[in-house]
């Protein structure tokens, strides 16, 4: 499994970016799919995160109502819009597949990561 991510860059406060990952199409379309981020010195934390058909997401309380995953079957990409970025939402941001059904929030309870793709949010 290979999974692709592209989109991050610099930005300032209050600015929005989109993120995508790229999968391989054989395991995309029935696994669930999440976004986690990593902070210089910080461990490794959930963002984001849908089910394989798109109906079931779920977020961290920090970017609730700011950021937005969907996922696009046909096409074997997962997106993650961000809105009103914040210099706390500053990381590298990773996608990973979950092979398993349950919608799980934790790093250990995914199975293939992508390579990551910086965010930094200038004040």
């Known amino acids: 499994v290979q999974l692709q991510a592209s989109g991050g860059g610099l930005v300032q406060a209050g600015d929005s970016l989109t993120l995508s990952c790229a999968t391989s199409r054989g395991t995309f379309s029935r696994s669930n799919m999440g976004w986690f981020r990593q902070a210089p010195g910080k461990e490794r934390e959930f963002v984001a995160t849908i089910n394989w058909s798109g109906s079931t997401t779920k977020y961290v309380d920090s970017v609730k109502g700011r950021f937005t995953i969907s996922r696009d079957n046909a096409k074997n990409t997962v997106n993650l819009q961000m809105n009103s970025l914040t210099p706390e939402d500053t990381a590298v941001y990773y996608c990973?597949?979950?092979?398993?059904?349950?919608?799980?929030?934790?790093?250990?309870?995914?199975?293939?990561w992508g390579q990551g793709t910086q965010v930094t949010v200038s004040s």
């Open positions: 990973a597949v979950r092979l398993a059904p349950e919608i799980r929030t934790f790093v250990r309870d995914y199975d293939y």
